[in-house]
């Protein structure tokens, strides 16, 4: 937490050593976001309005805007193993313009399919390749979120080995649902196979319908500065 503070000191000082001035933004999110079959349309609905809602809660918009350097946002949903769809490609957040026209055009962002497993490996993947094309920023994170465990192709240990996630964080949003439900331990899951890299936490969704308050407090966790590192949050 100390080395990241320091690190986003220097950026907003203008401080930072040559070779790294050519930093864009001081984090790259992006925010993946769970269409499996598991997931029901009105439960997708309640996704992406939450997900639009809560990028323009009032705490959130703060954290975006809390240091000089902007956030640079991507965001895509997935399923299967071939089954992933950009919904925003990268923005630079550096206005709240900005900010509202992300959260505008991911409110009405329509679902792309609803007929394949969950490729939580696959979707890992395609999200550090997203990274590796984005902007130059300090510090890079992806939120994964689902309801499920991985259930078609390779595992997330198996994604991390393979792609480039050297310096990225992973974070999980574990929608929970009644264990007789998938027959799942999904939280116990996203805690040992999906949370990746220093200071990665988890939040817990209680269903869909506080799909947005959890991802308000993940977002207000990631995005402020000093927030980073603290101990995971449980419910």
């Given at each position: 937490?100390?080395?990241?503070?320091?690190?986003?000191?220097?950026?907003?000082?203008?401080?930072?050593?040559?070779?790294?001035?050519?930093?864009?933004?001081?984090?790259?999110?992006?925010?993946?976001?769970?269409?499996?079959?598991?997931?029901?349309a009105a439960e997708d609905g309640l996704q992406?309005?939450?997900?639009?809602?809560?990028?323009?809660?009032?705490?959130?918009?703060?954290?975006?805007?809390?240091?000089?350097?902007?956030?640079?946002?991507?965001?895509?949903?997935?399923?299967?193993?071939?089954?992933?769809?950009?919904?925003?490609?990268?923005?630079?957040?550096?206005?709240?313009?900005?900010?509202?026209?992300?959260?505008?055009?991911?409110?009405?962002?329509?679902?792309?399919?609803?007929?394949?497993?969950?490729?939580?490996?696959?979707?890992?993947?395609?999200?550090?390749?997203?990274?590796?094309?984005?902007?130059?920023?300090?510090?890079?994170?992806?939120?994964?979120?689902?309801?499920?465990?991985?259930?078609?192709?390779?595992?997330?240990?198996?994604?991390?080995?393979?792609?480039?996630?050297?310096?990225?964080?992973?974070?999980?949003?574990?929608?929970?649902?009644?264990?007789?439900?998938?027959?799942?331990?999904?939280?116990?899951?996203?805690?040992?196979?999906?949370?990746?890299?220093?200071?990665?936490?988890?939040?817990?969704?209680?269903?869909?319908?506080?799909?947005?308050?959890?991802?308000?407090?993940?977002?207000?966790?990631?995005?402020?500065?000093?927030?980073?590192?603290?101990?995971?949050?449980?419910?």
């Open positions: 937490m100390r080395r990241r503070a320091a690190a986003l000191a220097l950026l907003a000082a203008g401080l930072i050593a040559p070779q790294a001035r050519a930093v864009e933004c001081r984090l790259a999110l992006v925010l993946a976001l769970d269409v499996s079959s598991s997931v029901s992406r309005r939450g997900m639009a809602a809560a990028l323009l809660a009032p705490e959130v918009e703060a954290a975006f805007f809390s240091a000089p350097a902007p956030v640079a946002l991507a965001v895509y949903e997935w399923s299967g193993r071939s089954n992933q769809k950009l919904l925003l490609d990268w923005v630079l957040i550096s206005t709240p313009a900005d900010l509202f026209a992300a959260a505008e055009r991911l409110g009405r962002s329509k679902r792309s399919t609803q007929e394949f497993p969950t490729a939580l490996g696959h979707a890992l993947g395609y999200g550090a390749t997203l990274l590796q094309r984005g902007p130059r920023c300090l510090f890079q994170t992806i939120d994964m979120s689902g309801d499920g465990v991985n259930n078609e192709g390779f595992e997330p240990h198996q994604a991390y080995s393979a792609f480039p996630f050297a310096g990225v964080v992973v974070n999980g949003l574990v929608i929970k649902m009644p264990i007789e439900t998938y027959g799942a331990d999904v939280v116990g899951y996203y805690r040992r196979e999906v949370l990746h890299g220093p200071g990665a936490f988890l939040e817990i969704a209680d269903g869909y319908k506080d799909y947005e308050t959890a991802l308000r407090r993940k977002l207000e966790r990631e995005l402020a500065p000093m927030m980073t590192g603290m101990l995971e949050r449980t419910k």
